[in-house]
């Protein structure tokens, strides 16, 4: 695993963590969200917050889809969480106003075996596939980053606690629970994971615009990460 900073923003690289995510023994697909069970939310302003099957979650008004800004994201890296309180009131912000298309996917990032990393990245982002209301998705991908382990080398997002995260949210009952608890996404979040690295995300946090990755120089704060969705629009 290679550290690279711009601007003061680590960002974790996928190296050798990258092959062996690729090649990890977690088996293959299954664990797909249903479509029917996912449910589109309202965000105040007019956009919809739409979760995917894929495990990603769409935040946009009708009809906007350029540009597309796709943000790679791993809940167990801590550059992840000061990244997100960055730029997500901006990214809300823009997707409101019609002026962008986002789409949050998480990942895991780390290899299999390497822990306490691996194993807190697994089961916060299968976690995250059992929320399939979409306004809530993103009241939970706060609650993940709020209750963040503290490095790398810490422990955390223990089943149960991933569980209670979701309470204060009104998602409790018995569906919600096993799923957190047997870890029914973890086989599709390691493929969707497998997939973003081949197709190139190289580390998380990682946002491309239309495509294009956006480069250290354009995500080192808030207004740089807006100029350069902005230039796109």
Not at 32 to 44: M, R, S
Not at 177 to 197: F, H
Request: proline share 6%.
């Amino acid at each position: 695993m290679i550290g690279l900073v711009a601007a003061g923003l680590a960002l974790v690289v996928v190296a050798v963590v990258g092959v062996a995510v690729l090649t990890g023994g977690d088996g293959g697909g299954g664990g797909e969200t249903p479509a029917e069970e996912l449910k589109v939310g309202q965000i105040a302003g007019g956009a919809e917050a739409r979760p995917g099957t894929d495990g990603s979650l769409t935040m946009t008004r009708p009809g906007v889809e350029r540009p597309l800004v796709e943000v790679y994201e791993d809940f167990a890296c801590p550059p992840c969480g000061k990244f997100d309180r960055m730029i997500d009131p901006v990214l809300k912000e823009l997707a409101v106003a019609g002026k962008a298309k986002v789409v949050y996917r998480p990942m895991v990032v780390f290899s299999k075996g390497l822990e306490p990393m691996y194993g807190n990245s697994l089961r916060a982002a299968s976690a995250m596939r059992c929320m399939t209301d979409g306004a809530r998705w993103l009241a939970y991908q706060d609650a993940l980053y709020e209750h963040q382990p503290a490095s790398e080398h810490t422990k955390g997002y223990a089943t149960a606690d991933l569980i209670s995260y979701a309470a204060p949210l009104g998602i409790t009952g018995d569906t919600f629970e096993t799923c957190v608890k047997e870890q029914q996404r973890a086989p599709a979040v390691l493929e969707a994971s497998r997939g973003y690295i081949s197709d190139g995300v190289q580390g998380t946090p990682s946002v491309r615009v239309d495509g294009r990755p956006l480069s250290s120089s354009e995500v080192g704060t808030a207004d740089q990460v807006r100029a350069a969705i902005e230039s796109r629009g």
